[in-house]
């Protein structure tokens, strides 16, 4: 959330995988949503279910005008209408650019 970003700081690696090279939050959730609306996601995984590839996250600027950074990692889509997960797409990305600007008001 834009509003609460006192955990977030700038040159860190975030990942929704541990490991000691990143910090992985208590709630990682990624979204990207290709030119026709598909979406992938990535977040982080449970201790019953683990489908998710690592997706990494580092701030180059956490101010009152937004957040940039960059991002890289897979992304992958699930159909779960029968109570199951079935894979039915997945996009990598690598050396991804963010700008989120804040609405201030």
């Given at each position: 959330?834009?509003?609460?970003?006192?955990?977030?700081?700038?040159?860190?690696?975030?990942?929704?995988?541990?490991?000691?090279?990143?910090?992985?939050?208590?709630?990682?959730?990624?979204?990207?949503?290709?030119?026709?609306g598909k979406?992938?996601?990535?977040?982080?995984?449970?201790?019953?279910?683990?489908?998710?590839?690592?997706?990494?996250?580092?701030?180059?600027?956490?101010?009152?005008?937004?957040?940039?950074?960059?991002?890289?990692?897979?992304?992958?889509?699930?159909?779960?209408?029968?109570?199951?997960?079935?894979?039915?797409?997945?996009?990598?990305?690598?050396?991804?650019?963010?700008?989120?600007?804040?609405?201030?008001?």
């Amino acid at each position: 959330r834009l509003d609460h970003t006192e955990e977030l700081t700038t040159g860190i690696t975030y990942s929704n995988l541990s490991s000691s090279a990143v910090v992985t939050p208590h709630t990682f959730l990624f979204a990207y949503y290709d030119e026709n609306g598909k979406s992938y996601i990535a977040a982080n995984n449970s201790t019953t279910v683990s489908i998710w590839d690592e997706v990494t996250i580092k701030f180059s600027q956490i101010d009152d005008s937004g957040l940039k950074g960059n991002f890289s990692g897979t992304g992958k889509s699930y159909d779960s209408s029968s109570g199951q997960n079935i894979l039915t797409g997945s996009v990598q990305i690598t050396d991804g650019e963010f700008y989120v600007p804040r609405n201030n008001e």
